[in-house]
C-alpha cells in the first residue's frame, strides 16, 4: 500500500527531475529473477521502483535502516537489509526465501556503488551468484547507462535473462564462485558495449 502511494505521490515530480526510460521491458521473465544492475548513484533503485509496477525484494545495505522511521519504509518497499563487511547468512537465507516464494529480487553486484567514474565495472560480489545458483534462478543483466542529474534523462537497459546452470550441483569454492562472478560480469558488460546499438534501435522505433 504505501509503495502504491509514493509511486502516485511521487511519479509525477520525480518524472521532471529525473526523467527516467526503461528499454527492454520485454525481457523480464514472469515469475522468481534476479535483477543484476550497476550501481551509479542512490537514485538507481527508486527510479526503477517508481517506473515499474512489479514487486521486487531489494537488497540494500544494513546502514540505511539506522533511522526507524526510514527503515520502516524501506522494509514496506521490500528491501533486505545487509552487512555488507561481513558474510550475512540471516540476508542470503531472507533472498533465498524469497525466490523460493516465485518473488523477483534486485541485487548490485557489486555491493556497493562505483565512485571512480573512469571505470565501467566493478568486481562482482559472490553473494549474488551464491544465491542464484543455489535457488536455481535466471540473472536479468540491466545496465544505467549514465549517473543521474536532475532534469537529464535517466536509462536503463534490460538484457535477456540467464541461468549459471553449469554450476548447479557443484561444490561452491571460492574458485567456483569467482568464475561464476566473472560470468555473470561479461553479461554486464556486453549491456554496456551495445548500449548504443540497443538505444538506436529503440529510436528507429519510435
Not at 543521474?148 to 553449469?166: A, M, T, V
Amino acid at each position: 500500500m504505501l509503495l502504491w502511494l509514493a509511486r502516485i505521490l511521487l511519479w509525477i515530480p520525480l518524472s521532471i527531475m529525473h526523467p527516467t526510460y526503461i528499454y527492454g521491458r520485454k525481457n523480464r521473465p514472469k515469475g522468481k529473477v534476479i535483477i543484476s544492475c550497476n550501481h551509479r548513484s542512490n537514485w538507481d533503485i527508486v527510479s526503477y521502483i517508481l517506473h515499474t509496477s512489479e514487486k521486487v525484494k531489494i537488497l540494500a545495505k544494513k546502514e540505511l535502516f539506522k533511522n526507524k522511521l526510514f527503515g520502516a519504509i524501506l522494509k514496506s518497499f521490500g528491501a533486505i537489509p545487509i552487512d555488507r563487511e561481513h558474510n550475512d547468512i540471516g540476508a542470503i537465507k531472507d533472498c533465498m526465501k524469497a525466490l523460493k516464494e516465485d518473488k523477483k529480487l534486485f541485487v548490485f553486484p557489486e555491493g556497493t556503488r562505483l565512485k571512480d567514474e573512469s571505470l565501467v565495472m566493478g568486481e562482482v560480489k559472490s553473494g549474488m551468484t551464491l544465491i542464484a545458483i543455489k535457488t536455481k534462478t535466471p540473472i536479468l543483466p540491466m545496465w544505467v547507462v549514465q549517473k543521474p542529474r536532475l532534469f537529464r534523462k535517466s536509462q536503463y537497459i534490460i538484457g535477456k535473462p540467464f541461468e549459471l546452470s553449469e554450476f548447479y550441483g557443484k561444490k561452491l569454492d571460492d574458485e567456483t564462485l569467482n568464475e561464476a562472478n566473472n560470468i555473470v560480469r561479461e553479461k554486464m558488460l556486453e549491456l554496456y558495449h551495445n548500449q548504443a546499438e540497443l538505444l538506436g534501435k529503440k529510436k528507429k522505433r519510435k
